[in-house]
């Protein structure tokens, strides 16, 4: 890696490309309010090598869909994360369209993270729809 380019950070916006303390723009880049021992002020890692694969499809009537992220990440030039960590982002969703009464549809997803960046964490979300028009 060349260069010192320090993206989303600059003199004129002491914050960061941020509001409410959230980067903008890029999910990969680390939000100040993030990384522990931050001072809210600064994003320490926007250095990162990631790569994203994702399918979906159909199997019958049931549409799905699989979402995985790898990603390296080193911190900033003035910053160096070492040792270089590592993680794994996932995400499956499942959607049954219009297979239940009143034309409902049910979508159900997990997402998961594990690595060494933000630790372990898991998240659910069910969705039950009605469309009217």
Same mark, same amino acid.
């Given at each position: 890696?060349?260069?010192?380019?320090? $993206?989303?950070? #600059?003199?004129?916006?002491?914050?960061?490309?941020?509001?409410?303390?959230?980067?903008?723009?890029?999910? +990969? =880049? *680390?939000?100040?309010?993030?990384?522990?021992?931050?001072?809210?002020?600064?994003?320490?890692?926007?250095?990162?090598?990631?790569?994203?694969?994702?399918?979906?499809?159909?199997?019958?009537?049931?549409?799905?869909?699989?979402?995985?992220? $790898?990603?390296? #990440?080193?911190?900033?030039?003035?910053?160096?994360?070492?040792?270089?960590?590592?993680?794994?982002?996932? +995400? =499956? *969703?499942?959607?049954?369209?219009?297979?239940?009464?009143?034309?409902?549809?049910?979508?159900?997803?997990?997402?998961?993270?594990?690595?060494?960046?933000?630790?372990?964490?898991?998240?659910?979300?069910?969705?039950?729809?009605?469309?009217?028009?």
């Amino acid at each position: 890696m060349g260069g010192n380019d320090n $993206y989303f950070n #600059n003199g004129i916006y002491i914050k960061g490309w941020t509001y409410n303390e959230m980067l903008l723009g890029n999910p +990969l =880049i *680390t939000s100040p309010v993030i990384l522990q021992g931050n001072r809210y002020d600064y994003i320490r890692n926007n250095k990162i090598i990631a790569h994203h694969l994702g399918i979906e499809g159909n199997i019958q009537q049931v549409q799905y869909k699989l979402l995985y992220t $790898y990603s390296l #990440n080193y911190g900033t030039n003035e910053f160096q994360i070492s040792p270089v960590k590592a993680h794994h982002t996932t +995400l =499956i *969703t499942i959607k049954i369209p219009d297979k239940f009464p009143w034309n409902l549809s049910l979508s159900c997803s997990l997402g998961a993270d594990f690595g060494n960046l933000y630790g372990k964490n898991l998240g659910a979300m069910v969705s039950i729809r009605k469309q009217i028009f």
